[in-house]
């Protein structure tokens, strides 16, 4: 038997009463919680007549397993099955069945009393998907008792999973990284800023997220020096993970490892069954140190004793940013904490898995997360911190720019355009994330001639400002209706000034060069940042 923690018992009891209630509910629990024992607690409290028939679904074979253990553990006597092709596996005719969705999917003959869904956040909503199929094979279809399990309760594209309109109707249960870390129940995570960062300067967008093949192409030369800054970082740990773009790419830093004398595990979706568990178990038993990945080892992949993550993989997705450095939260023996190379530049974007720059939809906030490096150790600190956490070097506190220091703080133009070209070059011109904007009256100094300018603070000093001396323009009125002003546009500065809250904060920004300044090409906003990038 396995006794399920207070915060595991708390989880159970709210899935539970909210089943009850007529509700199709998700919880939210951190990687490294323990959903399994969850889902085993939940299969136990739903099993009250005895005789009910459970489906848990699960987005791999190392999950399948994962759950049966839990179930096992927790109720011996229970008649449990799993249906999972990669597994080998079709025992159909169990009272409790766990496997994947693609395995279950035209198996089930029968009427589920409820529907579990482990790491639900990859429950896809359109037709095709296998979840679709799935559900549109039972008897009741959508209308089934479901309930869901994951870290992060939203889908990039879509949002939040839960909601009046959505999958799942409600949230009951939630707890945070940082209160299992202070409770002893997931280690902490150090977060540096390492040299040899990866670049998207140049790299498109398709499908709300950066294209892979440009991505590796713009970084392959990063991986030798990547690997020396890695293996520097393993002496004195156990073991380390490598997150990469593609199965190329993941193979590079297996090669570059090779080169200097250390075998790695290459853990990727297309290798056979009986090679990927090869390198999982020979991970797993110390064999080899060092694992390289691409997404295989995001969901179900439990190797507690992993203190070491190289993020070599840019996105703009949340979910896999909160994803891969969970696989270094789960605590081990002789384990003090997870060391997250972050190669990528994700904390800026995401911030660490503790405090998170982005809503519950999956949103980012806008602008850059207030953490920076340490100047001395690389190792990521809030803005606010006096002292680096690490070494204990004093920090200067970063000056952030609100809208109302756009609007009437004096104009640094040097400072200005030498932040917005680090930043550009580090990021590139797309997709700029926008920390304030303001609309304002700009006199050119030692003269009468006054304008309307619009000023965008990109985080510290970086600040687009354009303006417009005559407002009856197709420029002007094409930058109003950019950023979502009102039709007509204002046509002079009075009226521009008095409907200035029209104007709405993009949540990221294109821009191009125009003579010696900036000129913004495009404005995307957090409900249509995904759309516009999959177009």
Known sequence: MTALR?????????????????????????????????????????????????????PSRELAEQNEKAIRRLIPDIDVGVVCAALGRREANARILVGTPQSLTGVIDFDPDHVIVDEAHQMPLHKGSWFARLFSGLPRGKDTSRVGLSATTFRTADGAIYGRKAWFTCQPYEIGVMDLVKRGFLASVRYVAPAAKMTTRGVTKSAGDYNQSQLVRANLDQVEPQVAIFLDALR??????????????AQAYVKALRKRGVRASLIVGAMSTSEREFSVRSFKDGVTRVAVTVQAALTGFDVPDIDLIASCRPTMSPIIHTQSIGRGTRPADDKVDCLVLDFAGNVKTFGPVHDPHFDKSGQPLGGIAPWRPCPSCETYNHLQSAACFSCG???????????????????QWGPEQAAVKALTEARGLRGLSVESIALHAYRKPNTDSVSCMVSIGLGGDAIIRVWHKHLNTRWWRDLWSMLLGDAPAPQTLKDAYARRDELIRPASIDIERDGNFWRIAGASYEDDVEEREAA
Not at 7 to 20: D, G, M, P
Not at 29 to 38: D, E, N, R
Not at 393 to 411: H, N, Q
């Open 6 to 58: 207070d915060y595991q018992e708390e989880a159970v009891k709210a899935v539970v009463s909210a089943v009850q209630d007529g509700h199709h509910p998700v919880a939210s629990l951190p990687t490294g919680a323990g959903k399994s024992v969850v889902v085993a607690g939940i299969v136990e409290r739903l099993s009250v007549r005895g005789d009910e028939r459970i489906v848990v679904t699960v």
């Open 236 to 249: 004195g740990r156990k073991k380390g993970l490598i997150f990469a773009v593609t199965v190329d790419h």
């Open 393 to 411: 070097e004093v920090l200067k506190a970063r000056r952030v720019v609100t809208s109302e220091e756009l609007e009437f703080g004096s104009i």
